[in-house]
């Protein structure tokens, strides 16, 4: 696949329109801190209906795809839980089938939630999920594949977060965002370039998937090791090839959270705002807390809600969750 560019602005506020009563405006709240002057806002995205932003992108790549191609045989994606969500959900609203390959460590609340939006759930090895997403085809399946990470309309459905980041909190100087292709920092990005240049949108990764901090060191995208864990929606084992250019152009850098950074995050958004956060979207929260994205008015993207609630209890009684 040829390299990707940012989004035009025209294009996520088309998809803003196209998705006006799919995805609600989710709220944005400032996180109480008592400590410093930071100014640290929640852009809530586990408040949509399926408990995560992939309802926007998901949508608007559906509805795309729809435009230009029969989905007679239906749609299908590869995904942890929460982009397949979002595909089943669309495909349900349009009537066509859906099919997700996931990969063995996908937890199983979110296996459920595709199931109950009429998905059909096919469980592979780690590899050969990844192998789908770098290949952007899975052997065996028919219909349009919904790319979760490197698709134009994807993106720019993502976008839309950016949009309504700016119309709110037009000062914004840094957006903090969960990592796990780039589909979702670049939507934000390509919004911001053309409402406000200054603004510097960073990714945040897990430690024990971290291939966006790699790469940035390196110049180029690298192969790193990646250990499952339950921060499950974010990392990978490289930054996909057709991706890098727009990351290395958009992004201003990667911010790397432990397993504990991110476990304490998610007990501080329960405590301080009645949040509940997955470990992926509450990576944003650790990163903004180590003040690498500065000092100023920053946005954490809440990106999902979707924590097995055995998880979430270990994880506020303080214990690291298993896998």
Partial sequence: MKPLTAVHLADIQAAQQLNAGAAIRSPLVRLPLDDDDRRIYLKLENLQPIGSFKLRGAGNAIAAAAEHKSLDRGVYTASVGNMAQGVARGARRLGVPCRVVVPKTAPKNKLEAIEELGG??????????????????????????????????????????????????????????PFGGGGLSCGIASALRALRPKTKIYACEVETAAPLSAAFAAGAPQ????????????????????????INDLLSDSIVVSLEQIAAAIRLLVERSRIVAEGAAATSVAAALTGRAGNGTIVCIISGGNIAFDRLAEVLEGRSPQV
């Avoid at 979760?148 to 459905?157: C, E, H, R, Y």
């Avoid at 192969?223 to 996909?240: A, M």
């Fill in 120 to 177: 059909e759930v096919v469980i592979v090895s780690f590899d050969d999920w990844w192998r789908a997403i770098v290949e952007h085809h899975h052997p065996g399946e028919q219909g349009v594949f919904i790319h979760p990470v490197s698709n134009p309309a994807v993106i720019a459905g993502n976008g839309v977060i950016g949009l309504e980041i700016f119309e709110d909190l037009p000062d914004v100087d840094a957006i903090v965002v």
């Fill in 223 to 246: 192969q790193v090791v990646y250990t499952p864990t339950f921060v499950e929606g974010v990392g990978g084992k490289t930054v996909l090839s057709e991706m890098w250019p727009v």
